[in-house]
């Protein structure tokens, strides 16, 4: 299963962006159940920012409740993050994630930065 992310950049505080992740390359992107995102800043341990399971149940952390929305497309095997109000605080670079049984699959980072 490969992940293929996009959509990062850099923005002012306060912009929007939006990621998209697409699995493909295997059989088994039919039994992926959640996907969602991480993301690390320098210096700290990677840490979840929004996962979705297949059904479409959600959970965020706290940091961006309110701020930043995930959803998919499971016709497509994709999963997307819609970022608003943007603090220099959610600059790190994120990474797309597939659970499949268990197993996990990531995707290569995508720098997202926010200038104060």
């Known amino acids: 299963v490969q992940l293929q992310a996009s959509g990062g950049g850099l923005v002012q505080a306060g912009g929007s962006l939006r990621l998209s992740c697409a699995a493909s390359?295997?059989?088994?992107?039919?039994?992926?159940?959640?996907m969602g995102w991480y993301r690390q800043a320098p210096g700290k341990q990677r840490e979840l920012v929004a996962a979705i399971t297949r059904g479409g149940s959600t959970n965020y952390a706290d940091s961006v409740k309110g701020r930043f929305t995930i959803s998919r497309d499971n016709a497509k095997f994709s999963v997307y993050l819609q970022m608003n109000g943007l603090k220099p605080e959610d600059t790190a670079v994120y990474y797309c994630n597939a659970n499949r049984s268990g197993l996990d699959y990531w995707g290569k980072g995508t720098q997202v930065t926010v200038s104060s």
């Open positions: 390359g295997s059989i088994f992107i039919f039994t992926i159940n959640t």
